[in-house]
C-alpha cells in the first residue's frame, strides 16, 4: 500500500536510478575533494614565486599569519590529504557498487562516512587556517599543533574505515547472490585498495592515539621523537599507493574501453594489486634512511622491498600499454610505434589520463633512485623529492582525477562535459607545466637546493639555483593556467552544461577476463595474511626497539 500511495515519478526515479544514493555521495566528495585542491594549488603557486623572490605571502598577511609556512601545510594537507582521501572515497563508493551492479547495502553507514569525514576534516581545518598547526603535513615532533588538528585528521581517517565496512557488507550480500562467480574488476581493485590502506593506518593510528594526541592535549609531558616518525611512514609509505590505486583502476578497468579496446590480461591487473596488498605497507624506512635509531640491517631489508614493490607497478606499465596497442591498432593503427596516433587523442579524458601515465614513467624512475640505499642520501630533503612526487601524487595522481572527473561530472549530472577542447588544453598545459617543473625541481635537488625551505629569503642562494628556478616557476604558472581551465569546464559543466541523458560507465572487458583468473586472485584473505606476515618480519625488531627504548621526554615545540 504504501509503494501505491507515493507519487508516481518517485517510485519510477528509483527505479531508474538504483544508485542515486553513491551517485549523490560520489558527488558530494568529489566537491570537497576540488575545494580543498582550489586553495592548495593557490599556494603551490605562491610557493614557486617566493622561491623566485616573488614574496606573496607578506601581502596575505592578516589571512596568513604564519607566512610560507602556513601555506606548505595548507599545501601539503589540502592536496595530498584531503583532496586525495575525499575524492577515493567518492569514487571508490560508486565504482565498488556500479562494478557489483548492487547498491551499499548500508546507505546510512555511506552518508555516516562523509559526514563523519567532514566533521574530521573541520575540526583540523581550523588550527591550520589560525596558525596554529603550521607543522607541514608530515607533522614530526617536536612540532607541535594544537589538539584539535591530530583529532580532526584521526577523525577522517576513521571515517573511511567505514567505506571498507560498507564494501564488505556489500560484497558478502552480493556473493550471496553469485555464488561461483568472480567479483568484478573493479570492485575487487576497490576493495584490496581499502584493505590495503585501512591495514597501512595502524602506524598513523597509533601515532595519533598513543603519542600526539595525548601530547598536545597536553596530558602527557613529552613524546619520542623517532617512535613517532616511523610510526609516521608507516603509513605515510603505503599511503601513497592509496592515492595511487584508484588511477590505477581508471587505467585498467575503464581507459582501455576508452580508448575503443580491451584490457589485455585481467588475471595480471589482479596480481598487481595483490602485490601491493602485501607490499605496500612494510617498506616505509626507505623514508628514514637518515635517520638514527634504526638499525642498518632493517633499513636494507626495506630498501629491497621497495625494489619489490616497483613490479607491481611494471607490470601496470606492460598492462596498460598492452591495452592501448591493442585499441590502436583495432582503430586503424598500424606499424611497431605509430598505432599510438590513432588512440583518441581528441577525447579530452582519454589524453589527460595518457598523459598522467607518461609523466607517472618518470616519478616512477626517480622513485627507484628515492629508494636506493646510497643515492637517497644525495637527494634526501632537497627540491629533488619535490620534483618526484609532483610527477607521482601531483601527476599520476591528480591528474588522472582530473580525467576521471570528465566523464564522471557529465555522468553524476546528467549534462555535457561543457567543453571538451578546454579539456584538451588542460591535459596540454598540465604535460608541459608538469614535466617543466618537475625536471628542474630534480635538477636544483642534485644543485643542493633544499625542499621546504623559504628559498626566497635564505642568503645562500646559489647562483646554479637562480639560473634554474625562473623555469621551475614557468611549469608552475602553466600549471596553474591549466588548474584555472579545468575548474572553470567544470563550473561552466554544472550552470551551463547540455543535458545528456542515458550515459554509462566506461567499463572495459578484457582480452584475457575472468574466465582466465585462478581462484587465489579473486580471494582477499591469502594477501592480507602475507601482508600482516611481511610487516611483522619487516616491522618487528624496529618497532620492539623502539618502543622498549623509547624515552616520552621532548616537549613540543612552536617554533612559528
Ligand atoms: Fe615516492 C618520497 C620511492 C611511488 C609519493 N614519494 C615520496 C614523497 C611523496 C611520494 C609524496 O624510496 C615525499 C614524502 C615526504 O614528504 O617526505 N616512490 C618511491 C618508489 C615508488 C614511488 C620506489 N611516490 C610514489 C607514488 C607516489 C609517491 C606512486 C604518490 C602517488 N618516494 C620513494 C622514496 C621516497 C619517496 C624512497 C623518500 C625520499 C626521501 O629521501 O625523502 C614506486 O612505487 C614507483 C614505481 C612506478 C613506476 C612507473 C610505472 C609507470 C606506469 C605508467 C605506464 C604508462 C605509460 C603510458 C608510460 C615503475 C605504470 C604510455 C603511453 C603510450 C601511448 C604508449
Ligand atoms: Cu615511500
Redesign the pocket.
Known sequence: MAVIARPRGAVSEQVLDRFATEKRLAGLNILVAFIALSLGGLMGVFQILEYNGIDLYSAVKPVLPGGYYQGLTLH?VLN?LVFTTFYIIGFLTFITAKSLDKPLVNKGLGWFTFWLMVVGLLMAAVPILMNRATVL??FYPPLRADGFYYLGLTIVVVGTYFLLLNQTLTYLAWRKENQGAKIPLAAFMAIVTMAMWVIATIGIASEMLFLLIPWSFGLVPGTDVILARTLFWFT??PI??F??LPAYIS?YALIPKQAGGKLFSEPMARVSFVLFLVLSAPIGI??Q??DPGISQIWKLVH?IF??G??FP??L??FN??AS??YAGRRRGGKGWLTW?FA?PWKNASFTTQ?FA??L??F???S??I??SYNL?LV???TAW?SG??HL??GS??ALTFMGINYWFIPYLTGKKLFSNTMGLAQAWTWIIGMATFSHFMHMLGLLGMPRRTMVGAAPYVLPEWKAFLPFALIGGLLMFVSAILFFLNMLLTLSAGKPEPGQEVPFAKAVSGPEDVPVVLDRFWPWVLGGFILIAINYGPTLYFLITTARFNIPGLRPW
Do not use: K, Q, R
Request: charged share 0%; proline share 0%; hydrophobic share 60%.
Open positions: 601539503g595530498v603535513f608530515t605515510g609509505h601513497v599507493y592515492w595511487l587505467w626507505h623514508h634512511f637518515t630498501f621497495t625494489v614493490v616497483f607497478s611494471l601496470t606499465f596498460v600499454v592501448l596497442e599510438i588512440l595518457v601515465m607518461f607517472f614513467a616519478g616512477g624512475t622513485g627507484v628515492n629508494a637517497n637527494v634526501h630533503n623529492i618526484h612526487f607521482t601524487v599520476a595522481v
